[in-house]
């Protein structure tokens, strides 16, 4: 998967997540700011910020934060988004999240939310985030997450692994810039094996109006109907996972984010 795919299909639909209610007031946002308490001398990044709510959110609490990103219309959206709630210690600077351009031990807190599923290299994402933590920083991660056992309890590992390539290629047939959403249990390794000591983790539901997810990537009515069906002719697994139903006069699902706080811990 190409991050110059990854630039148009964001670039194009930067607008979209300003106003998104998912990524402005998920639960996930003030859920992050609880669970961190980020401190007034604190120097923060928010990775692959988006339109920059998260930066936003974290921005009253620390002593500065950078929203980085990939796409430039993404900062040019989280800087409107600053000026806007007159936010004067947030900046935003250009950055791939698998190669930082920030030197060791920058920054007290790193936050990245709703946006891994995107990159190609998950591990060296993560080895990138501990190198640019000072020792005792904190690490806040939110990302949707395919179903494994502990979301989706009840099915075989066949059937969960079956319903989680199904959830896959629905993220990419909607968004051909999604590249995997990784499993609770591979987060948690690969955390650890990169050195990052999980403090909290949690799974927050997410409710999905079909049509405004679907819009928001500006999808084609062919590529909306086989959504749709996909949903309709689910796996029990995958059915259990996504939980579709009819509901305030249209087709919902629910979305599983995982929600962990890891640290940097003194070697």
Known sequence: MSKSLVQQQFGANAAAYTTSAVHAAGDSLARIVELVKPQRTWAALDIATGAGH???????????????????????????????????NMTTVAADAEALPFADASFDLVTCRIAP??????????????????????FALVDNVSPDALTTPGFTKAELHDASVTYNTFEKLRDPSHARALMLTE????????????????????????????ERMQVT???????????????????????????QGGLWFTLDEALIVALKTVA
């Open 117 to 138: 599923h995107h990159f190609p290299e998950v591990p060296r994402f993560v080895a990138e985030v501990r190198r640019v933590l000072r020792e005792g920083g904190v």
């Open 187 to 214: 987060w948690l390794e690969v955390l650890d094996d990169i050195g990052l000591t999980v403090g909290h983790r949690e799974i927050l539901p997410k409710p999905m109006a079909f049509g405004d997810w679907a």
């Open 54 to 88: 998260t930066a936003a959110a974290l921005a009253p609490h620390v002593a500065s934060v950078v929203a980085s990103d990939l796409t430039p219309q993404m900062l040019v959206q989280a800087a409107k988004l600053a000026a806007s709630r007159g936010i004067s």
């Open 221 to 247: 009515p062919e590529t909306k109907a086989r959504l749709d069906e996909m949903l309709a002719t689910a796996s029990p697994a995958f059915k259990a996972f996504m939980r579709p139903r009819q509901e």
